[in-house]
């Protein structure tokens, strides 16, 4: 089992509708969340970071954790086109050790 | 700060070559990571250092791998010698403390021919 999973997609939503993007992981240490973006080409970017239960919002971004069942996930409201890219899901434990889902390709169509 | 450094941004080389990869962290970061991204494999971590010490270096996919980090500014990733299959970007990425978000580099692109 992977220690971070994603559906790899390609997930396709019409302009200005809700993105939802999921992310399971396999341990009940970790303690750090993260969501990155990654364009084509490009480095990935932090877009969200979530430390506790809950939800976590920023501007049309909200990441919703859930450490009982392990499972972390970001909406994207008014999706628009330049949202399109790769998102990474990645977790950190008490060592400090960073790692990251294979990601998912959201396509947004206008 | 200028950010994670990478260098070069890309690297044609033969197989059997020995290929270096650079990164300067930002200042003040302790943790410092080395990933290989492929299609097929997506993001995957080959080792990290705190502090300049390298503390997991499981995903080093064989011993051709190698990592460094003299001081807390330079790292270098070595591969020796190289093969096609090596071919990827490899991202460098450094974290101010553990379990935090880390900042990436902007990546060297190795085509190994």
């Known amino acids: 089992q992977k220690e971070v999973e994603q559906n790899s997609g390609p997930l396709s939503v019409p302009e200005g509708a809700i993105a939802s993007l999921n992310c399971t992981y396999s341990?009940?240490?970790?303690?750090?969340f993260f969501w990155y973006r990654q364009y084509s080409g490009k480095s990935p970017e932090l877009i969200m970071s979530i430390y506790s239960n809950g939800d976590k919002e920023d501007g049309r971004f909200t990441a919703q954790l859930n450490k009982a069942s392990q499972y972390v996930s970001l909406l994207i409201r008014d999706s628009q086109p330049s949202d399109s890219a790769t998102y990474l899901c990645a977790k950190s434990g008490n060592t400090g050790k960073l790692i990251f889902g294979q990601g998912t390709t959201l396509q947004v169509k206008p | 700060d200028a950010g994670v450094i990478q260098s070069p941004r890309h690297e044609v080389t033969e197989m059997g070559q020995e290929v270096t990869l650079r990164c300067k962290p930002i200042?003040?970061?302790?943790?410092l990571f080395w990933y290989r991204q492929t299609m097929m494999r997506g993001l995957e971590l080959l080792i990290y250092f705190n502090n300049n010490v390298p503390i997991d270096d499981s995903g080093m996919p064989e011993d051709r791998f190698s990592a460094k980090m003299p001081n807390a500014s330079f790292s270098t990733l070595k591969i020796q010698p190289s093969e096609p299959r090596d071919s990827a970007v490899y991202f460098c990425?450094?974290?101010?403390?553990?379990?935090?978000?880390?900042?990436f580099g902007q990546g060297t692109r190795l085509t190994v021919v």
């Open positions: 341990d009940r240490v970790s303690q750090s």
């Open positions: 200042s003040g970061h302790d943790y």
């Open positions: 990425a450094s974290s101010q403390v553990g379990n935090t978000e880390a900042f």
